[in-house]
């Protein structure tokens, strides 16, 4: 009668069956009694192209291996599209500036669009972690509002002050404060409301120009027919011309044009956003931008003309930022498009 062999265990390489007294096993060669090889490293991602050499290389720490650049930073140039709108924001370091400190953010609450830019002050520390910081906060607290059912105008007033604390709370101290600017636009149908602190602006681009006015008519300056600027800069030139102390041109010619006098931060003042609420009669775009396009576009005819006539909202944004880059790009610049509808319901 024959024996039969019962297996004992398995190969600790392979898992083959193994009797006692094999020294090795029969399927792999693996020797019984020793520790299992230790299996081969896990295949990581596969590494970044770089940018200037297209080279495989890019380490964890964002050089190239083979040319030694150091790769763009994701924020250098960011394109936002709000998904089933057609409202938009584009950002570019520009040319000058190591590290992109204006940031953007867009948002929908129907049947309102939401655009918010802010731009961090170049003299703080972090001013990029004070403008992301803003922009995020201001765009989400505006949501918020509004689907509670607050007003524009009162919601806008709330998100810039909401802004303005998550700013000052990433400050160890006042005198270590992240600062930055901050403008938001509401686009509403047959209403824009927009509230700011800082230079940054907004502006309003109507799709149709309307008949030269009556001279002796009196303006209704919260209603938008012609394009026009609906902000108003917190800077020491606006403040000389607001006093009659310089005319605009000497204000604008002056070293310290430029230099504001509001803020958001740990360092700043009481903040006191400025609201404004204007009504539509036509459709149009708003257009909500940093000082890196204003300085080169400082006016709607300009805004227009330098956005042509683009296939959609997202090339417009983009001629308008290859424009200021052309330009010399002095500047960090960063621009959001929100289309508004007139009180008839027509889209731009």
């Avoid at 010619?253 to 006098?261: G, L, M, S």
């Amino acid at each position: 009668m024959s024996t039969v062999q019962t297996a004992e265990a398995a190969c600790p390489a392979c898992g083959e069956v193994v009797y006692p007294g094999e020294d090795f096993c029969e399927a792999c060669g693996h020797r019984l009694g020793d520790s299992p090889p230790a299996p081969p490293p896990a295949a990581g991602p596969p590494a970044r192209a770089c940018a200037h050499c297209g080279e495989p290389a890019v380490d964890d720490e964002g050089y190239c291996g083979h040319c030694g650049l150091k790769q763009p930073a994701e924020r250098d140039h960011l394109e936002i599209e709000l998904p089933g709108q057609a409202a938009v924001g584009v950002s570019d370091r520009g040319r000058r500036y190591p590290r992109n400190e204006d940031y953007l953010a867009l948002a929908a609450c129907s049947p309102h669009l939401i655009g918010v830019v802010c731009d961090g002050v170049g003299s703080s520390p972090h001013p990029d972690a004070a403008s992301r910081a803003a922009a995020e906060a201001g765009a989400a607290a505006l949501r918020d509002r509004l689907a509670a059912g607050d007003d524009p105008a009162a919601a806008t007033r709330a998100a810039a002050l909401h802004a303005a604390r998550a700013v000052a709370a990433l400050a160890p101290s006042p005198a270590d404060a992240p600062s930055c600017t901050y403008v938001s636009a509401v686009a509403s149908p047959g209403q824009v409301t927009v509230g700011w602190v800082g230079d940054s602006r907004v502006y309003w681009v109507a799709a149709s120009e309307p008949p030269p006015r009556d001279p002796e008519d009196t303006e209704d300056t919260s209603a938008l027919t012609g394009s026009r600027q609906l902000t108003d800069d917190d800077s020491w030139a606006a403040l000389m011309v607001a006093r009659g102390a310089l005319s605009e041109a000497e204000a604008e010619a002056h070293p310290n044009a430029h230099v504001i006098t509001a803020w958001l931060g740990a360092d700043a003042d009481e903040v006191e956003p400025h609201v404004r609420t204007f009504s539509v009669d036509r459709p149009g775009t708003v257009v909500v931008c940093s000082d890196g396009l204003w300085n080169y576009l400082p006016d709607a005819a300009a805004l227009r003309a330098a956005a042509g006539s683009p296939a959609t909202p997202l090339d417009a944004a983009r001629a308008l930022v290859g424009h200021a880059l052309e330009a010399g790009g002095r500047d960090n610049i960063t621009v959001t498009l929100l289309p508004v509808t007139a009180t008839n319901g027509v889209r731009p």
